[in-house]
């Protein structure tokens, strides 16, 4: 069995970290399954274009020589991956590391890491409910 990443971030799981995803998955019956989880690196991330419509992600690129870090949002990654001719909305987020030929600022390296980041989404905040004299809330 596989995960479906693309699926998952259009239902708004996106930045639920892996370990979480698989907790949910895993039967807590006494007599459990046996589901058994393995990383495939080879062809697991999200598309790009399963991405683009969510403001809330961005790349975040660290230089593994001098930690520097940078953020770019997914259309501007995926603008410049055009340009270039060196990727597609069918690129995977996984990818994308291994396509950077520009060297850090600070320190000249061309070792790269990226990552996505989404952006927390505060939950909406109650207003504190009043009561009047007569005990009704206002």
Known sequence: MSLDLEGLVKNGLGGVP?????RMMACHHP????????DEREASGIPLRSILWADSVAFRFRCTGCRRTTQ???????????SAGT???????????GKLTK?????GKKAWVCELVWAAVAAPRAS???????????
């Open 103 to 107: 060297p850090c600022r600070g320190c």
């Open 87 to 97: 990727g597609d909305g069918d690129t995977l987020h996984t990818e994308i590391a």
């Open 128 to 138: 504190p409910k009043r009561l009047n004299s007569d005990g009704v809330v206002r």
């Open 31 to 38: 007599r459990a399954c046996s589901m058994v989880f393995t």
């Open 18 to 22: 892996m370990t979480a995803i698989k």
């Open 72 to 82: 770019a949002p997914v259309q501007a990654v995926l603008a410049k991956l055009r």
